[in-house]
């Protein structure tokens, strides 16, 4: 009798576990899969998907002295279409690019240089330092908003300056004479969660000061668009730019 009890009792343990280990074995732990987006040049989508709000359509017109390059919400959709080694580029350009709010707006500007002198017409009697500028605004084709231009909100990084010894402007061997200082762009400064806050904000200056030519007259401009450059139009020839539109 007392073998017979153990084994019942043997038995309906086993069977015991056998439930409990298929109950076990169908409790599993679901883990989300992160939700990815392709972007091509012309498609910025923001980095947080949880937050972004629909895509929209945007306008960009820009003009530069020298040349730029145009980056939203860290992906690039356009850029000067005139080389930044012509000595004499100041076209316009217009570019149409789908983004979803918040915007982090990103652009390189540049003023032409021949070499890290930071002069242009080396060699002749014009020899001399050059001056930039740059101007944009940005438009919500969705409501016909301009919803960001140039100014003082945009935040900016002096990346090349020269000559720091201005004196050197005549020496019959800028290169060597003048004195220039390079920094590489920082890593990932185009990608909205760039900290930005050691940055200086954009200096603006009129067009009497800046001087455009070629493409500036051939478009409409918003009275607050400003013309922007760091401190300096002349001493700096390379600067990058950042400012964040929160929504329309």
């Known amino acids: 009798m007392m073998s017979r009890t153990t084994n019942v009792a043997t038995v309906a343990m086993a069977l015991l576990l056998i439930g409990c280990g298929a109950s076990s074995s169908s409790d599993t732990t679901s883990t989300a899969t992160p939700a990815t987006s392709s972007s091509t040049t012309a498609v910025a989508s923001t980095a947080d998907t949880s937050s972004a709000t629909a895509p929209v359509t945007f306008t960009a017109q820009v003009w530069a002295d ?15 279409s005139v080389l930044v ?8 350009e217009t570019f149409t690019f789908v983004a979803t709010y918040p915007l982090t707006i990103a652009m390189v500007a540049k003023d032409y240089a021949e070499d890290e002198s930071g002069l242009e017409y080396i060699g002749t009697d014009r020899q001399q330092m050059g001056d930039g500028g740059l101007i944009a605004e940005f ?8 919803i960001a231009v140039t100014n003082t909100t945009w935040k900016s990084l002096v990346i090349f300056r020269a000559p720091l ?33 050691a940055w200086v904000a954009a200096t603006e200056f009129t067009a009497a000061e800046v001087r455009p030519q070629g493409d500036y007259t051939t478009l409409t401009w918003s009275p607050d ?10 001493v700096d020839n390379a600067i990058v730019y950042r400012v964040t539109v929160a929504d329309r």
Do not use: M, Y
């Open 85 to 92: 080694t012509t000595e004499r580029s100041f076209n316009a």
């Open 66 to 80: 020298n040349w730029f390059s145009l980056t939203v919400n860290g992906v690039k959709v356009g850029e000067d």
């Open 139 to 146: 438009t919500d084709k969705n409501t016909g908003k301009v």
């Open 165 to 197: 010894n201005v004196d050197c402007v005549s020496s019959a061997d800028p290169a060597t004479a003048c004195e220039h200082e390079t920094i590489l762009e920082p890593e990932t400064w185009t990608s909205p969660t760039f900290d930005d806050s």
């Open 225 to 234: 668009a400003q013309f922007i450059w760091s401190g300096d139009l002349k």
